[in-house]
């Protein structure tokens, strides 16, 4: 079983940086290809990057690439997401998710039906 808890999110002025981080329990976490989604109120919940295994290849939404970055830290079992110059849409419902590969694939996921783990969410508000 695996689970995963969320922190990092909070109110943030327009332009400004959050770090959100996703703890992970298990013993296998490097062999986890990791993600992380949003969704807003009335919107459907949709990836914002994601990121394989071994963390050399990774994905984003076309709407935060430049200004998020996604990474992992397998010592520490833990994922980040790195959120600069933060923008009025991008107040969501940050969620984590984790997929175990079983080192199989080396590749980053990027639907919800891929992942089988889901933290439970942290609020991120940018007012505008």
């Known amino acids: 079983q695996v689970q995963l808890v969320e922190s990092g999110g909070g109110l943030v002025q327009a332009g400004g940086s959050l770090r959100l981080s996703c703890a992970a329990s298990g013993r296998t976490f490097s062999s986890y290809a990791m993600g992380w989604f949003r969704q807003a109120p009335g919107k459907e919940r949709g990836v914002v990057a994601a990121?394989?295994?071994?963390?050399?290849?990774?994905y984003y939404a076309d709407s935060v690439k430049g200004r998020f970055t996604i990474s992992r830290d397998n010592a520490k079992n833990t994922v980040y997401l790195q959120m600069n110059s933060l923008k009025p849409e991008d107040t969501a419902v940050y969620y984590c998710?984790?997929?175990?590969?079983?080192?199989?694939?080396?590749?980053?996921?990027?639907?919800?039906?891929?992942?089988?783990?889901w933290g439970q969410g942290t609020q991120v508000t940018v007012p505008s």
């Open positions: 998710a984790a997929r175990d590969t079983g080192y199989s694939s080396n590749y980053y996921y990027t639907r919800l039906s891929d992942y089988g783990y």
């Open positions: 990121i394989s295994w071994s963390g050399g290849i990774t």
